[in-house]
């Protein structure tokens, strides 16, 4: 259960409900979305993630950005990131489950694991075997985008952002990371 209660789109700031009137005809609403439409500033700079999603998209293939996305939010533990994900392998024809890596998707599983788990000791070795694959101006964007996954993963799950109705069904999918019970 979220942890702020969400405004109707008449209670919104100018700017937030020409954002909501927008996201609404373009049948885009999600319950993250109505979360940070209550401060527009956060709201605006969250959207940002679009941006940096086109860029992954264009640089790994909207295959290989799914499954780096998805690893960053169960990694991480967000219920909704991960099970928007989890829905978007599942229209690629991936089972979450059982994911067939290619050696560039598994490398890009294995940053997105190491980046959430601790961020100061990524292995040198790891971008090695990304230079295989990309150019340092694409790994840049490759990193960028994780780290702005981790605030979104991190948005939703500190203030509980319910999940959407049209994930429920995919709950039973999300595998809780259990990398942090150990920790003190």
């Not at 790891?126 to 985008?145: C, N, P």
Request: aromatic letters at 10%; glycine letters at 4%; one cysteine or more.
């Amino acid at each position: 259960m979220a942890r702020v209660n969400l405004l109707g789109p008449e209670e919104l700031n100018a700017d937030s409900k020409k954002a909501y009137d927008e996201l609404n005809s373009q049948n885009k609403i999600t319950n993250m979305k109505l979360v940070m439409l209550q401060e527009y500033g956060t709201y605006k700079a969250f959207m940002g993630w679009y941006d940096s999603w086109a860029s992954i998209v264009e640089i790994v293939g909207l295959r290989a950005a799914t499954i780096y996305a998805h690893a960053v939010s169960t990694t991480n533990g967000c219920l909704l990131c991960s099970l928007f994900f989890i829905s978007d392998l599942k229209e690629l024809g991936i089972n979450p489950g059982d994911i067939k890596f290619e050696e560039n998707e598994k490398i890009l599983a294995e940053l997105a694991e190491a980046i959430v788990k601790n961020p100061t000791k990524v292995p040198d070795e790891l971008f090695d075997s990304l230079r295989k694959f990309y150019t340092d101006q694409e790994i840049v964007a490759i990193v960028g985008f994780a780290i702005q996954m981790q605030a979104t993963n991190n948005f939703n799950s500190v203030l509980g952002v319910d999940v959407d109705d049209r994930l429920l069904p995919l709950k039973e999918y999300f595998k809780p990371a259990t990398w942090r019970d150990n920790i003190k």
